[in-house]
């Protein structure tokens, strides 16, 4: 199996702030790697496709890049609805994995 | 809008059976392949199993195999997962979740997904 590592697993951010999450895989993957945003008592909520597509309807804030087998999330200027936790997934196998998820708090 | 549904979590004792649905609603179920994906207390996600468009292809993860079967009923726009044997490390939120196959392949990202049902396995 493909496993996916995130960085950090937690921090701490304050409203308007650029946050910066890292995944790394453990095989090449090449750019099939997906951000999905989460909040206490919801589902997963799709952010970033294919390492650096905006999936519809989610804020331009965000934004995916990709190095190798190192993907990063950005979020430029975070705001009060965007503490949350946030997960990584590899969709290049069958057998899909997550990243284990960071948790961004407030300050 | 696209729904999806999830019914039949409950509270069963370690060893037992039970079956989840997933109904969906607002889109051309036949046009998309579906996944269950859960989530333990506290902890972060794990995909469990998908089944294609046409429910001819099953995959598992190596946790249930041999124990959750998936399957989908087209005429009622609805996906199930059949799990016995359940564990006490079972015991989850169980999502499903939409995803696209075309002509040039799957497209494992999940775009939608239903509100959960809890699965708790415990005496």
């Known amino acids: 199996d493909i496993q996916m590592t995130q960085s950090p697993s937690s921090l701490s951010a304050s409203v308007g702030d650029r946050v910066t999450i890292t995944c790394r895989a453990s095989?090449?993957?090449?750019?099939?790697l997906n951000w999905y945003q989460q909040k206490p008592g919801k589902a997963p909520n799709l952010l970033i496709f294919d390492a650096s597509s905006l999936q519809s309807g989610v804020p331009s804030r965000f934004s995916g890049s990709a190095s190798g087998t190192d993907f990063t999330l950005t979020i430029n200027s975070l705001h009060p609805e965007d503490f949350a936790t946030y997960f990584c997934q590899q969709s290049y196998s069958n057998l899909v994995t997550f990243g284990p998820g960071t948790k961004v708090d407030l300050k | 809008e696209v729904q999806l549904l999830e019914s039949g979590g409950d509270l069963v004792q370690p060893g037992g059976s039970l079956r989840l649905s997933c109904a969906a609603s607002?889109?051309?179920?036949?046009?998309?392949?579906m996944t269950w994906v859960r989530q333990a207390p506290g902890k972060g996600l794990e995909w469990v199993s998908s089944i294609s468009r046409d429910g001819t292809t099953t995959s598992y993860a190596d946790s249930v195999k041999g124990r959750f079967t998936v399957s989908r009923d087209s005429s009622k726009n609805t996906v199930y997962v059949e799990m016995n044997s359940l564990r006490a490390e079972d015991t989850a939120v169980y999502y499903c979740?939409?995803?696209?196959?075309?002509?040039?392949?799957?497209?494992?990202?999940?775009?939608?997904w239903g509100q959960g049902a809890l699965v708790t396995v415990s005496s």
């Open positions: 607002g889109f051309t179920f036949n046009n998309y392949a």
């Open positions: 095989q090449t993957i090449g750019t099939s």
């Open positions: 979740a939409r995803y696209y196959c075309g002509g040039s392949g799957c497209y494992r990202n999940y775009d939608y």
